[in-house]
């Protein structure tokens, strides 16, 4: 797998099996990336864009290799808030109990019409906040990002030259779940 060409190129096309590859390096990335912003500085929230193109690039190529436009990766993204948001609704009582009772306790003050004060305990509370949900950010993030790359994996290679390409070379070629 050439680094370069997977996760900074947006053109061609990739196999599944340089897919995996370049998710899961993305994938781990991420998760450091969490994890710091989550432990150390919510400053490092900033290097989460600096990802964001090498996903694009990701997925593109392989909608690309599926005959598909990298525009569908929208869909992707869209899939991947709402799964990741439905496994952190479900995670987050058994995951990070505290978390869940200070969104309890933002929630409470927002009922009484009090928003200015609820936003004022949000902003002071945030990096406490971050730090109880990490375990559950990861966990959701994780099932999301394999749930979406396993559906972008399965997508049936076009065994011809299309649009975007020649099919990629070596065993990823024959690999075509189709």
């Not at 990336?33 to 490092?44: C, E, H, M, R, Y």
């Not at 694009?56 to 869909?75: E, I, M, N, P, T």
């Not at 004022?120 to 906040?129: D, G, Q, Y």
Request: with cysteine; hydrophobic share 50%; glycine share 8%.
């Amino acid at each position: 797998m050439d680094i370069k060409t997977v996760l900074f190129n947006p053109n061609g096309r990739i196999g599944p099996r340089e897919f995996g590859q370049g998710l899961i390096l993305l994938t781990g990335a991420m998760m450091i990336i969490q994890i710091l912003l989550a432990l150390v500085s919510p400053a490092f929230g900033v290097l989460q864009w600096a990802i964001v193109f090498s996903y694009v690039c990701v997925f593109g190529k392989r909608l690309h290799d599926a005959g598909q436009s990298a525009w569908l990766y929208l869909a992707f993204l869209v899939g991947y808030f709402v799964v990741s948001t439905v496994f952190s609704a479900l995670l987050m009582p058994i995951l990070s109990p505290d978390a869940l009772a200070m969104r309890g306790d933002f929630e409470k003050l927002a009922e009484a019409g009090d928003f200015a004060a609820a936003f004022e305990e949000i902003a002071k509370n945030a990096a406490e906040l971050a730090r109880e949900s990490v375990v559950t950010t990861l966990v959701s993030f994780l099932l999301a990002s394999g749930t979406l790359g396993l559906i972008a994996g399965r997508l049936p290679s076009d065994p011809s030259t299309n649009r975007y390409g020649p099919p990629p070379n070596g065993p990823d070629q024959a690999n075509t779940y189709s």
